[in-house]
């Protein structure tokens, strides 16, 4: 695919959307942003007069509202969910009702819409708990909550409708890090370096653990990679996104590397010792797609808006917490 396509991206308000949106214009792409805008429509505010983009505030359960709007899109990048455990557990009905519910109708109505291609956003949380180092993509899946568990479930759902003229693909992200218009708080990177700047402690539950990492904005090229491959590489395909396989402890020393040497590292014993790592080889030598962002550049920019003011009341502002935003809104 190439640029001046039209490209539906459910979620595009979102904390990746917002940052991948803004490259996509930029780069030629019509781009039609469906969401719900629970996170405020300014976080958009820098491209909001391209001419070359096109807001829904739409639900994803809307089937009419989503048949409607989708004509004449080339293809579909899926990021729209309840995101994290948390946020499900809070609502598990709600959960359900997007995250899985609604996915089948949406891949149905794309293809019947004539949409070439379809990429959509699962989780490296699909895994489970691993004892092998580097796992990749052929592993068996052993999801651990419902979040995870749907998010497998749609996997295998979109492969279904994998055919020569509807080309199917899906990403296993790690956690993504760093600085977005529609911030998150409440990712590990992010809550350490918060933490860091505006307490000037980290506490640090246990340490050994390990936890996949990108920056997003690798995470935004990985997903315009997948756009814009021959079809045959993708195809079908689920590739794991990640950069770094840091210990928590590790992590919380490259935010005190930044932010500054003051900062006291609180370690606290934990029964959570469960670790994750994932192996992104697969992206790599099938797409050529290689992460170009360090952690510690996430963590450059995230202490950058802080110095900024570009975040109000980081530490309490429930726009940048997940949980904290669904029981403000009541969503339902």
Do not use: W
């Not at 052993?142 to 295998?156: F, G, I, M």
């Amino acid at each position: 695919m190439n640029a001046q396509l039209k490209v539906f991206i459910t979620g595009g308000a979102g904390y990746v959307g917002a940052v991948l949106v803004p490259k996509l214009l930029e780069r030629g792409y019509d781009v039609i942003v469906y969401d719900l805008f629970i996170y405020g429509e300014h976080v958009l505010k820098e491209c909001s007069t391209a001419p070359n983009l096109t807001t829904i505030n739409g639900d994803i359960r809307n089937r009419n509202l989503v048949k409607e709007t989708i004509q004449g899109c080339d293809a579909v990048i899926h990021l729209a969910c309840i995101s994290n455990d948390p946020s499900f557990e809070l609502n598990p009905k709600l959960g359900r009702s997007i995250n899985l519910d609604a996915f089948r109708p949406l891949v149905e109505i794309a293809k019947d819409a004539g949409v070439k291609r379809f990429i959509y956003a699962s989780s490296s949380s699909v895994y489970g708990i691993k004892a092998v180092p580097d796992v990749h993509e052929s592993m068996s899946l052993d999801p651990l909550t419902d979040y995870s568990r749907y998010k497998a479930e749609c996997e295998t759902i979109l492969n279904e409708y994998q055919s020569s003229d509807f080309t199917t693909a899906t990403v296993r992200p790690a956690t993504v890090c760093g600085y977005s218009p529609r911030q998150r708080l409440d990712v590990v990177v992010n809550i350490l370096t918060n933490l860091a700047y505006h307490k000037r402690e980290i506490s640090v539950f246990g340490g050994d653990q390990l936890r996949p990492n990108i920056n997003i904005n690798d995470m935004v090229e990985a997903y315009i990679n997948i756009l814009n491959a021959p079809k045959e590489n993708i195809a079908g395909e689920i590739f794991n996104v990640g950069c770094e396989n840091h210990t928590v402890m590790q992590l919380a020393e490259i935010v005190r590397e930044v932010i500054g040497k003051d900062v006291t590292l609180k370690a606290t014993a934990t029964d959570d010792n469960r670790s994750y790592h994932i192996s992104s080889k697969k992206i790599k030598n099938k797409l050529g797609f290689k992460p170009r962002h360090s952690i510690c550049e996430a963590v450059r920019g995230l202490k950058k808006a802080f110095v900024n003011n570009l975040l109000s009341d980081p530490m309490e502002n429930d726009y940048y917490y997940n949980t904290k935003r669904m029981r403000a809104i009541n969503m339902n």
